[in-house]
């Protein structure tokens, strides 16, 4: 992962954190907190069919401006629903890192049978 990459996301975060005491009616973000976590579920279900639509949109026409327009919204608004639950980006960064050198295929063996 870059710098930057992660630089966008912690800042973002600090951004989300600090908008959870604002004013609905001056930030989109305090707005949704003020809605509620079905309302910020409700917006993750859209962003991730529109980001679905523009990935097949993008095997056929090879435009992927698009495809990374909608993942932006996506990832944004995931991170206002963990944000919301007191969670952030570290988290599942942590959580990612735990996997390295770990097989999907393995993990998948190893899980106890439901
Ligand atoms: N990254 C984003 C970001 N990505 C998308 N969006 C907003 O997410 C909304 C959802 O898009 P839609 O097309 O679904 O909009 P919509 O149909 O009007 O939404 P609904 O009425 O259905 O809720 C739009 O209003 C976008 O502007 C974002 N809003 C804010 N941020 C970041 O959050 C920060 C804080 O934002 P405010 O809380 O508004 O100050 C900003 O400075 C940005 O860094």
New binding site residues.
Partial sequence: MSETTQDVLGE?AK?LEA?KGASPDS????SLHHKGLNKILE?VG?ECTEMLLAAKDAQQTGEKDELVYET??LW?HSLVALSHLGLGPDDVLQELARRFDLSGLDEKAARKPQ
Wanted: no cysteine; proline share 0%.
């Fill in positions: 973002l951004v908008r930030s989109y973000v305090a917006k859209e932006a919204d944004f």
